[in-house]
């Protein structure tokens, strides 16, 4: 078993208390790759800004859990050599779908799990998201678990239609639960088609479609029940047009990608909102750096020479989110 203090990784419990008390939301950015991986340290080292490194089941299995491991405390060696002398850096399962997943993590040195039993009905939601904070809390592993249910498909994780959190529910869930923080449903959606075109209307003057609005009254009721207690966003890529046009032109399809505005994003992480998630807009970015650099030099055949430019384009774009839509910069613990 391998904890994750040795590691050099931190969990959730103080960055999103300083997160909700300062207006600020500490990103949690998707990896798959190395190059993922270096961009996200590289960007969250030079903003001193807290981050967490999150990983799909899918993700995990692909990487294998124990390469993992040593990747994230290379993570958090490489960021004290980017000049972090304290980095503060998580280590997330996303959407673990059973105890035993959630199990593995902790003995393989995460440092924050979730438990998405949002799909079941709500007593063993209860009972299974409570099984994990038993286990994870003895190690000092903080959880997230969800009400709701987010539309869209990420890895595993596929839904049809999403339902709101209901805010009558949220008390006694994490009263019953000891969760730790909680992620809700106000229309984020997961991947690079979050509304269908029907649910959006189009601007005039562009053609592209709008997407509908978060629904922040929900937001707000549920603050109201369970003041100053982390909540969480899924679900929450923008989908940036500039990285959808690029793929397009460089011979990729992807008709009709649309995401959340960031202006939303920027409002939800002025509130109790500490942990926005956000996987398909380093997806695009990546992609589409490496679709223009193929289709300009076709002859290229060194993953460097591709993988690079996308690392550097992913580098940009979580500096962006980082200082422009989540606010987290030079929010690093004195």
Do not use: W
Request: aromatic share 8%; hydrophobic share 35%; charged share 25%.
């Amino acid at each position: 078993m391998a904890s994750y203090k040795t590691l050099g990784l931190v969990n959730t419990r103080e960055m999103f208390k300083r997160a909700i008390n300062g207006g600020y939301a500490v990103p949690a950015f998707n990896f798959n790759n190395m190059e993922q991986l270096q961009a996200i340290i590289k960007a969250s080292s030079e903003l001193k800004s807290p981050v967490i490194l999150q990983v799909s089941k899918g993700a995990r299995n692909y990487a294998n859990q124990t390469l993992l491991q040593y990747m994230a405390q290379g993570a958090v060696e490489y960021a004290k050599e980017l000049g972090c002398e304290h980095p503060e850096v998580v280590l997330h399962l996303d959407h673990g779908d059973s105890f035993e997943l959630c199990k593995s993590c902790v003995d393989m040195g995460f440092s924050s799990v979730m438990i998405d039993g949002s799909a079941l009905p709500y007593d063993e939601n209860v009972a299974l998201t409570k099984k994990v904070v038993e286990y994870a809390h003895a190690h000092d592993v903080t959880v997230e678990g969800e009400l709701g249910v987010l539309a869209g498909v990420e890895d595993e994780v596929v839904a049809e239609e999403s339902h709101y959190t209901k805010p009558e529910e949220v008390i006694d869930f994490v009263t019953k639960t000891g969760v730790d923080s909680l992620a809700i449903s106000i229309g984020t959606s997961h991947g690079a088609y979050k509304f269908k075109p029907e649910q959006c209307t189009r601007d005039p003057k562009t053609g592209k479609l709008v997407p509908p609005p978060l629904a922040f009254d929900v937001l707000d009721a549920i603050m109201e029940k369970l003041p100053g207690f982390p909540i969480v966003l899924h679900g929450s890529s923008s989908v940036p047009q500039e990285y959808v046009d690029m793929i397009n032109e460089y011979g990729g399809k992807l008709p009709d990608a649309v995401g959340i505005p960031e202006e939303q994003l920027r409002k939800a992480s002025a509130s109790a909102v500490c942990k926005i998630n956000i996987d398909s807009d380093s997806r695009l970015a990546f992609t589409a750096a490496v679709r223009k650099t193929l289709a300009e030099k076709p002859g290229e055949f060194d993953p460097r020479k591709y993988c690079g430019p996308a690392r550097d384009e992913m580098e940009k774009m979580y500096k962006h989110k980082i200082i422009d839509v989540l606010g987290s910069d030079g929010k690093l613990a004195e």
